[in-house]
């Protein structure tokens, strides 16, 4: 079953806006990680944020992450052209030894 | 130089066919992974193994068979392809045996197209 649910599904905005996409799950993790897939490529590792923290930075990027609300969201700040693709979260659950299940995505589309 | 690649990039072939996807990682990984996704972008995991070994064997029809030759190659054979067999499989690595601490790190995808 599905577990990382992306929201919004589609996100368009400008050079220089800051874009914001959120990531809920359904059961207990060990970390919750972020992705980008540019199309037709595969996907590259952008922040691993494990269960006891809360936030992470990473250059443009802000990763929040509220276990209570089983949620995370993801913000790039200042977005580029470069930063069009798809984002995904992926959970690693406490009772599921070794697996990564991703949600379906957050396409961004940033316009100059 | 590519840290995972996969080849062929792009396979059509049809309903019936036998077909293998090759997997390479240069990253001196323990770990390796088939993920499929689908038309939706959703991606789930199909396969992983540790130092040569099965590890994570989601509920995948039995047409799908992994081989790691050795811990840096792991390919994919599908036998019998179906029209629902079309998708684009990734293969990822990661460092060490506790998989889901680890980043992973995914090859370009293999474009299956099944007529």
């Known amino acids: 079953s599905q577990q990382g649910e992306e929201d919004p599904q589609a996100l368009s905005i400008q050079e220089g806006e800051n874009a914001t996409m959120n990531c809920s799950y359904k059961?207990?993790?060990?970390?919750l990680q972020w992705y980008r897939q540019n199309s037709g490529r595969g996907l590259v590792h952008l922040i691993l944020?494990?269960?006891?923290?809360r936030e992470k930075h990473s250059g443009r990027l802000r990763v929040t992450l509220d276990t209570s609300k089983k949620s995370s969201s993801l913000l790039i700040t200042a977005s580029r052209a470069a930063d069009t693709a798809s984002y995904f979260c992926?959970?690693?659950?406490?009772?599921?030894?070794?697996?990564?299940?991703f949600g379906a995505g957050t396409q961004v589309v940033v316009t100059p | 130089d590519t840290a995972v690649s996969q080849t062929p990039k792009y396979l059509v072939t049809q309903m019936g066919n036998d077909k293998s996807i090759k997997c390479e990682q240069n990253?001196?990984?323990?770990?390796m992974y088939w993920y499929k996704q689908d038309s939706k972008k959703f991606l789930k995991i199909m396969f992983s193994?540790?130092?040569?070994?099965?590890?994570i064997n989601e509920t995948v029809p039995n047409r799908f068979s992994p081989k790691s030759p050795d811990k840096a190659h792991l390919n994919l054979h599908i036998n019998s392809l179906e029209l629902g067999d079309s998708a684009v499989y990734f293969c990822?690595?990661?460092?060490?045996?506790?998989?889901?601490?680890?980043?992973?790190?995914f090859g370009p995808g293999t474009r299956l197209l099944v007529l």
């Open positions: 990822a690595s990661s460092q060490g045996a506790a998989v889901s601490q680890e980043t992973q790190y």
């Open positions: 059961t207990s993790i060990n970390n």
């Open positions: 944020i494990r269960s006891n923290e």
């Open positions: 992926a959970t690693a659950a406490t009772d599921s030894w070794g697996k990564l299940q």
């Open positions: 990253l001196g990984h323990d770990t």
């Open positions: 193994y540790n130092n040569k070994e099965l590890i």
